[in-house]
């Protein structure tokens, strides 16, 4: 049964349609990540469900009760904002504690287990400190805590990770999910960062522009991206214009600007139909020779990018277009020179069709 229900939600703030429409459930136990730019609408989102913000349309819902006249405090929800809101007159452990000794826990069980929590985030050492000693790091750490030892069954993070260190980062993350498992919390985490969302999440909603574009697991929202959108904005892709030319039972043959022709394994859009093929970037492969292949387009090389494990070079193709290519940096392609004359394939199973885009391709890509 869906802990949390949001029905129709809808938010404006004067000119801005922060919020529209928007429609989902989260079980109990899962870990939903909300991957979004900034701008999209999680924050709003979030806050609406915690109960800080009142939609103008729409419910909340949880187990089956509605939420819209239940104060904050009455909801077993902790909301951890981006702004850490830590109280500075108190030091780290008195911040951490503060909530479940305000509720009526004994003192010493109550630190007992906020110093287990911060041993967690590695700041048990700065258990005496107060919030104007530590970095911001180190402040969004102890609000993470705070949320943890709270007690509530649902905890609503807002890019809780957003100002830690790449490494600690990836290492807290996997803490952070590792602990709700076991406490049967509910999460919806809030992130901008793709990494983050595929990593940890049961599931994943893409937002933009305070509409939800899809809801999915990590494997399904990037193998089967639902629009132009969700593909470029979940990993990296190549986008291509084109129309279908020919198309039978197993297999469509499009034309490119400029006359190239490829097949993709998609047979639902007509003859003469505009459309959008997405290939990503680590199917797309580069070749300084002829290669026999299906799928083959010709270019230049404008760009190399070294990125530790892989490369990621450019191509501007015969027709204009751009198209990218990832590579392992140990492999042979690495020794391309920038104005090289290179090839492109890729397989037709590995090209994803999109309808053409009302506004055009270009529109569809961007973020805001």
Known sequence: MPTIQLRNISKRFGSIQALEDITFDVKNGEYLCI??????????????????????????????????????????TVYVPQTYALFPHLTVIDNVCFGPISKGEDNDLA???????????????????????????????????????????????????????ARLRIELRTELRRIAKENGLTVIHVTHDQDEAMSIGDRIMI???GKVQQIGTPFHVYIRPQNIFVANFVGHSNFLEGTVMKRNSKESIIRLRGGNQVKTDDISHAVEEPIVIGIRVEKTRIFDHPVDAVNTLRGELIKANFIGTFIRY????????????LEPSDSGPAKLQLGDRVMLTFEPDHCIVFDYPTLGLNRELEVF
């Open 35 to 76: 991957l979004g730019s900034t701008g999209s609408g999680k924050t709003t989102l979030l806050r609406t469900i915690s109960g800080i913000i009142k939609p103008d349309n729409g419910e909340v819902i949880s187990n089956e009760k509605n939420m819209s006249d239940v104060p904050v405090e009455d909801r077993d």
């Open 111 to 165: 630190k007992k287990r906020a110093m287990e929590i911060l041993k967690l985030v590695k700041l048990d050492k700065r258990a005496e400190s107060y919030p104007s000693e530590l970095s911001g790091g180190m402040q969004q750490r102890v609000a993470l805590a705070r949320g943890l030892v709270s007690g509530a069954k649902m905890l609503l993070l807002d890019e809780p990770l957003g100002a830690l260190d």
């Open 314 to 325: 450019e191509v501007k193709l015969d027709n204009g277009d751009i198209m990218a290519a």
């Open 207 to 209: 937002l933009r522009r």
